[in-house]
């Protein structure tokens, strides 16, 4: 298990607010360089401080929506400080945001267990349903490798140091509450306005590159770790979009309401896809082949249904994003803020 610094929990204690406190501030009256920043810091320190208060919960191993929610924070806080520090990053950034794309990814595992547990059950809590046998078999598979993938994820967050990672990047994020980390980063205190939206529009070009050509080749060779890329570059826009909508800027909101059905479409063909590839594996095992021949037949129908599925679904995203008028409509404001981002955020 995971040894505690007792001490050093009791200081991020200390600084993590109460949920009041987290809330979004009330909308700019005007957008100025020290106020748009002090604006994304508190993005910033918002979901590093979720991040934090989901840990206890992520480490207890019985709350599969804390390790879902701990998962998105890390992903807008990434986000987020993609935005505050560009390429080329210090050192110290690029060592934190490793940390927390290894924290998001040592818990991939479990999340998708999670997933595909809460999948069977809601199958299996059907009266009739078919094949309950198979099914509880692979429930019972999915529980095992649960177990597994969580203790290899103790492990890995326990080498992370969470703790010593909280304090650090909070200094990065608030620089005056750090005084070596703001005397490295001096240029950080205080920034422009026209910085500001030289790094909106920077930022929101290359995710917006990202995602265009992942569509493409979604559309060009639908194979998994493609449509699974556009899954990843689906919720890099949307994240990003959210920093932009929380300064009111017109037509985000709209926009990111597409973005999230886009989003939890490929989420749904995702889940198949994995489910697909852990009964493969659970199947592949020479003991269960050796004495479960018969439920390892039945599996294989199952996975042919999924595979029916998993088309149609394929072909909704299809529908969904090619010249469809919701995109379109995401193409021409996206292109409108990276042309003048200035008069985007000045309408707001």
Known sequence: MIEENESTRATIA??????????????????????????????????????????PKVLRGDDPDAIHDMRVASRRLQQILDLMYP?????????????????????????????????????????????????????????????????????KLGKINLAAFYL???????????????????????????????????????????????LELSHADPQPSVLHGARIATKRLRY??????????????????WLRLLQRRLGEWHDLEVLEQMMIEMVARPEFLRERLETAMGVEKLMARNRAVKKKMQDAHFRLTLDSAELQRLKGWVGHLLSSPSEAFAAA
Request: glycine share 6%; hydrophobic share 40%; with cysteine.
């Open 14 to 55: 200390e600084h993590l607010p109460s949920q009041e406190t987290v809330r979004a501030a009330p909308p700019p009256e005007a957008i100025e360089g020290g106020e748009a920043w002090k604006r994304v810091r508190q993005l910033a320190l918002k979901q590093l401080n979720r991040f934090m208060t989901l840990e």
């Open 87 to 155: 390429k080329p990053r210090a050192r110290e950034i690029r060592g934190l945001r490793r940390k927390i794309r290894r924290s998001r990814r040592c818990l991939s595992e479990v999340r998708n267990c999670d997933v595909m547990i809460e999948r069977v059950d809601k199958q299996l809590a059907v009266k009739r349903v078919s094949r309950r046998e198979i099914r509880m078999a692979l429930r019972s598979y999915l529980r095992d490798r649960r177990a597994q993938s969580f203790e290899k994820a103790l492990r």
């Open 168 to 214: 650090e990047l909070r200094g990065f994020i608030r620089p005056g509450a750090s005084a070596p980390h703001a005397q490295r980063h001096p240029a950080e205190i205080e920034l422009t306005s026209e910085v500001f939206f030289q790094r909106v529009g920077a930022s929101l070009g290359r995710v917006w590159k990202g995602f265009e050509s992942q």
């Open 240 to 257: 990003l979009i959210e920093v932009i909508a929380a300064f009111e800027v017109g037509g985000a909101e709209e926009n990111l309401r």
